[in-house]
């Protein structure tokens, strides 16, 4: 296979955009009241099935085309990203009433990102990608930062400055800053910190938050 076309800047930019998108959807299809208007349309599946292919499928094939893996475990750590995720999915609580995903919340594209600027060896990329694949089953319950009840203008806000480190980065790639990349983790941190924090204060025996 021929990869000397593959530009992965341009592929995070695309996917990039694709967050922006989906990070807007919601809110204007709720603002429009899409659900009253077209109430034989489910926009929900609609945006389940983009999502797969964005945040799963594409992310999986850029773990392919960038060698990122061991070649022998290519097809290995893929297919439990689109399996994994093909679970993940498709639990009747994948999306909880109150706001929150069940299971590792298949960012896959933020994870490749993040193993493509790093440089890493290609074994620890796998065991990285393989453990991610693995906390999809384990079901702990990870924020949803645009509808999250606790601390969500704090957490859109980190996000977005958040996200604008990630531009940088990519603006940089492939000789990016160090010091800028480690400091991207705060947010990531902040997530699973926060997330792990409330998982914990909604434990049946906790009496709640």
Avoid: C
């Avoid at 694709?18 to 109430?39: M, N, T, Y």
């Amino acid at each position: 296979m021929n990869h000397s076309k593959f530009s992965p800047r341009q592929s995070f930019f695309w996917l990039g955009l694709q967050i922006v998108v989906d990070s807007l959807d919601g809110i204007f299809a709720r603002a429009a009241r899409v659900s009253e208007k077209l109430p034989w349309f489910d926009g929900a599946k609609l945006d389940d099935i983009i999502d797969y292919l964005t945040y799963v499928f594409v992310p999986a094939l850029l773990v392919w085309r960038a060698l990122l893996v061991p070649e022998d475990w290519t097809l290995i750590v893929a297919g439990a990203m689109l399996l994994s995720s093909a679970y993940g999915f498709n639990r009747t609580d994948a999306k909880t009433a109150d706001h929150f995903f069940t299971g590792f919340p298949s960012y896959w594209n933020l994870v490749v990102f993040y193993l493509m600027i790093a440089g890493w060896p290609k074994a620890v990329n796998a065991a990285i990608l393989l453990a991610l694949a693995a906390l999809v089953f384990v079901p702990i319950r990870y924020i949803y930062p645009s509808r999250t009840p606790v601390l969500r203008w704090q957490t859109n806000l980190f996000g977005i400055i958040w996200g604008a480190l990630l531009v940088a980065l990519l603006w940089q790639f492939p000789l990016v800053s160090r010091p800028l990349f480690w400091g991207s983790f705060a947010f990531p941190v902040y997530y699973a910190g926060l997330s792990l924090v409330l998982q914990w204060q909604n434990r049946p025996d906790s009496g709640g938050i």
